[in-house]
C-alpha cells in the first residue's frame, strides 16, 4: 500500500486513523508498506503483499499473527485461502515467475476460485453498461484530479475504466484479498487495492473519493441501508460535486439469474438520505450504448419500465453535468493491448480465418446472450490481419471489428 493512502484509511469500527506499528515485524520503503501490522485505537489490521486487509474475519486474524510471527509468505497463503501446502507451492511459483497469464494464474488458485467468467468480462453486456456509465460519471465528477473508489469490485474489471479519469488512482475495495490481488497485478495496474466488508462500515474517511460505485454486487449486500449510507458519507465534500453509483442491481419485481436479495425501485430509492437519486433500467442503458452511441442519463425511465427491467442502475449526485446526454468515446489506443476477444475461436479457412463466437457453456449464454446484439456469430478475415494483434493502437484494418468488441482493449497478460 501507498504511504499516502494513511489520509484516506480509517478504523471502519473506532473510525480512528490508522498508522503502521512500528514494534512488530514490517517491510515498508519510504512511500510504501509490502507486510505489516496497523493500529488504530480499537484493533489491528495486518498489510499483506500491500494489501490492507481492514476486517476482522478468522483468515485475517491468522494472516495478522502470521505477519507479527515474521512470515509474511504464510499470511499471503491464508489470505488466499491456500491451505493444502503442494497447491500453495504451485500457486506461489506461478505468481513469482512474473510471466504468467491472468487466466494462468487464476487457474492455478483453483477450481474453488470464482474465476470462470472473468475472462469474459469485458465483453459481457453488464460490462458494456457499466462501462459506458462509469466513464460518462467519472469524466463529469473526477476530470482526472479526484478520486474514485470501486467498492465491491472483484478483480477489478471496471475499476480499470477509472485508471485514466481518477486523479490519485482509484481505489477498488473488496472482501476477496485474491481478487483485488489479481486487479493489482492484471486487470487494473496502479489502482489501490484494500480489503474489506461490504456489510460493516467502510475503512475510509468522509468526504475521500468524489465517484463512489458498486457495479454488480449490491443485490448481494445484506445491510443495505449502512451500506448506501457509507457511499454518501464517502462523497460527501465540502463542493458536494461527487456521485454515488450502483450499478447493474437486480430488481425485486422481475427475476434474473443470480437473483440476490434485491428491492424494488422505490425500495432502493428509500435508501437514500441525502439527496434523491435517479433509476434507470438496464435496457435503456443497453440500448444507448449498442445502438445510439450516446448515453443518455438525462432520460426518465417510466415507473412500467423499471418494474419490468430485471437490472437497475442507480446514480444520486449534485453534480449538474451528470444527468445528461454523454457521446460513448471509443479510445484509439489501448490501456493495456488490443487483443482478439477470448469468446472466439479461430478456424483456418484458406487465405482466411474464421472467428466464431463460442461461448464457454449454456449458463454463459443464458445469462450473457444479449452479446449477441453486437458480437456478430461469424466473421471471415485475411489470414494475416491477426498478425497485427496484440497492438497498443487499433489498425485501420480492424476498427470494424473494434468497434463490435470482436477485438478488445485487453489488460497485458490477460491469456
Ligand atoms: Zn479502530
Redesign the pocket.
Known sequence: MRVSTFDILR?P??G?RLDLVESLFNRRTADSIEDGVLG????IFPVVDGIPVMHLQPMATTAREQIEAGRPDLARRTMFGLEDAQHADRFDRVAAAGTATYRETVEALGPNFEGGYFLYRFSDPTFVVAQAVVQAIGRTVLGGARRAIDVCGGSGHLTRSLLGLSGPPPVLADLYFAKVWLARRFTAPGCEPVCCDGNAPMPFARGAFHLAMCVDAFMYIWTKRQFVGEMERLVDTADASGAVLIGHTHNERTWSPSHGQPLTPEGYAALFERRQPRLFGEAGLFADVVDRGVLDLSRRDSTDALDRDPALTIVASGHPGVFARHPIERAATATGEFRLNPLYAVEPDGEHLRLRLTFPDDDYAQEYGACRRYLPDEVSIDAQLLDALPAAAVPDALAELARRRVVLDLPARYY
Open positions: 478504523c469500527y473506532c480512528g488504530c485505537q480499537c484493533c
